[in-house]
């Protein structure tokens, strides 16, 4: 089974701080994809990043990077220079390959989610 | 291009009653996905559609909810008989599909569903 836990349920910051969200995996598997999602107040998810099992290169966009370490079963997400427009509650999420073998079919499990305030 | 859409954005309802719930997925994604969310349950998978056929209803809490989709477009979630507990964002999303690799799925905005 597979189980994504998001032990930080709230953070508060203060602009242009940086801020760290933890996100710890769980999966049999050898083959599997990593999401970042983000959740702004509108409500609407907004997909961040994917990230494939066999690819551990950190990966930087702009303020926003991650760090996939398979040896921990960590995808953390850090944003630099926080901005109030980060506030949003974001959510790590875990998949399986289709036809892995599994029944899986892509479907996305997702951590309980991080609430982020970043306050002027 | 357009995003995924999904009708009604809220719907109060009586407990008892059914309900439809509709998405439209973005234009040429042929893997559709319900999701649920809720305060105490967080995000939950209900059900995904292949083009039109469900090879995983896993998700399905009973047996009053079902979902059906027409060709690759949209598809409709229907809630029979609904219950308090059914109060929730019902959350649709789509993705290019693959036999041996993941997309990234692209959400809609959800309906707010309030069983009264």
């Known amino acids: 089974a597979q189980k994504v836990t998001q032990a930080q349920t709230e953070i508060s910051v203060v602009e242009k701080e940086d801020v760290t969200l933890d996100c710890v995996y769980e999966t049999r598997d050898t083959t599997y994809y990593l999401f970042w999602y983000k959740q702004p107040p509108s409500g609407e998810l907004v997909f961040l990043i994917r990230r494939n099992s066999f690819d551990e290169q950190n990966e930087i966009s702009g303020r926003y990077s991650w760090n996939f370490q398979k040896s921990t079963s960590s995808f953390n997400f850090t944003i630099t220079a926080s901005q109030v427009v980060d506030s949003a509650v974001y959510f790590c999420?875990?998949?399986?390959?289709?036809?892995?073998?599994?029944?899986?079919?892509?479907?996305?499990?997702f951590g309980q989610g991080t609430i982020l305030t970043v306050h002027p | 291009g357009a995003g995924v859409s999904q009708s009604p954005s809220n719907k109060v309802t009586e407990k008892g009653k059914d309900v439809e719930l509709r998405c439209d997925p973005i234009s040429g994604h042929t893997a559709l996905y319900w999701y649920r969310q809720s305060l105490g349950q967080g995000l939950e998978f209900l059900i995904y559609f292949q083009g039109n056929s469900a090879p995983d209803k896993s998700g399905l809490p009973s047996d009053r909810f079902s979902a059906e989709r027409t060709g690759e477009s949209v598809s409709t979630l229907t809630i029979q008989r609904t219950q308090q507990e059914d109060s929730a964002v019902y959350l649709c999303?789509?993705?290019?599909?693959?036999?041996?690799?993941?997309?990234?799925?692209?959400f809609g905005p959800g309906t707010r569903l309030t069983v009264t």
């Open positions: 999303a789509s993705s290019l599909a693959h036999t041996e690799y993941t997309y990234e799925q692209y």
């Open positions: 999420a875990l998949s399986e390959p289709p036809g892995a073998g599994g029944t899986s079919y892509g479907k996305l499990t």
